[in-house]
């Protein structure tokens, strides 16, 4: 009897024990920091998403399970794509991933003139010169900017035929930026801006004829509503990564040295990763039947022409800050 009764003392503390530990377990999880983040993407499944989903994995293990962030696809949120910095701003959501910045931060359509820079390391040379404006931007609506990653380009694609430059004329294309809208309705075309989480919508129902990506962004996405693809890199695509001020500011300095190292190491890794499949996943598109064209030096020519006054009229019209980053920008990379 007098053992039946020990082992009953012993189940009721061995069950009280695991309540404790599970109530420890769960206020601690439930102190940790935690961070809702939005991004324009809207597949789970490309590159970029990947990449953030691994990279707030790692931020949780390196800050000890004490700042955990979650991902929202876009769409997910009532946020569209063009208002990602002022939601970031107003702490509506504490991290932001941003393509469509532009519009609140001018400055940043520095490095998205259409056809100033030619290559990967002159964007990234580009972008280190307008990095302190783009950062000093920011920092007035209250909102740190932690980084960013590159797209490998930017090319134009269409359900309709675009194998020439005059083709893009009376086609409605999707643009990212009011940089490139400016670049497509020179060419005669016309630009329309949605959010990414709107694209396939608007290709089925007939609303766009075409958009502005790259294979590892959406071209391999949308393939199936496209039929060409012309190689013609408008601009570079930067996405930022952004924290709300308040927000970061409330981490310890060991934290925040922790999620700016994984954020360094995880924008490189997207970009790197997306630049090595672009060829392949456009030799894939091809196989399937996309018609892929590379325009003629003289078209590139003909198009640099047609849209090089405008770097100048840009910068002017968006004020010292802009001329300013234009000129440091223009010296990194000779042009």
């Not at 290709?203 to 949308?222: E, K, M, N, P």
Request: proline share 3%.
């Amino acid at each position: 009897m007098k053992h039946r009764t020990r082992l009953g003392m012993a189940a009721r503390w061995l069950g009280w024990a695991i309540v404790g530990v599970s109530t420890c377990i769960a206020l601690q999880a439930y102190a940790a920091t935690t961070w809702r983040a939005y991004t324009y993407n809207a597949a789970a499944t490309v590159t970029a998403v990947k990449g953030l989903n691994a990279l707030f994995d790692q931020i949780r293990n390196s800050t000890g399970n004490e700042l955990a962030i979650r991902l929202n696809l876009g769409g997910t949120l009532a946020i569209s794509a063009t208002n990602i910095t002022e939601a970031v701003a107003g702490n509506v959501v504490q991290m932001g991933d941003d393509a469509f910045f532009v519009g609140s931060v001018p400055v940043g359509g520095t490095v998205r003139l259409p056809l100033l820079i030619k290559d990967r390391p002159a964007f990234d040379r580009a972008w280190a010169a307008e990095e302190p404006f783009l950062k000093a931007a920011y920092e007035k609506k209250g909102i740190v900017l932690l980084g960013h990653y590159t797209f490998p380009l930017n090319v134009i694609w269409s359900r309709k035929k675009l194998t020439t430059l005059s083709d893009i004329a009376g086609q409605k294309i999707r643009v990212i930026s009011p940089e490139q809208a400016e670049f497509i309705k020179r060419l005669g075309g016309i630009p329309v801006t949605l959010g990414t989480s709107e694209v396939a919508a608007a290709l089925d129902r007939g609303v766009i004829d075409g958009v502005t990506t790259a294979s590892s962004g959406y071209g391999y996405i949308w393939r199936d509503m496209l039929k060409y693809r012309y190689n013609l890199n408008v601009s570079f695509i930067d996405s930022l990564i952004l924290a709300n001020r308040q927000a970061w500011l409330a981490l310890t300095a060991q934290q925040q040295a922790a999620v700016q190292r994984d954020i360094d190491a995880a924008t490189t890794h997207i970009s790197d990763a997306m630049a090595v499949e672009e060829d392949s996943l456009t030799s894939q598109l091809a196989a399937k039947g996309i018609v892929v064209t590379t325009p003629s030096a003289a078209e590139v020519a003909q198009a640099t022409q047609l849209i090089s006054p405008y770097w100048d009229t840009w910068a002017k019209a968006r004020g010292d800050s802009a001329e300013q980053a234009l000129t440091k920008v223009r010296a990194a990379i000779g042009r």
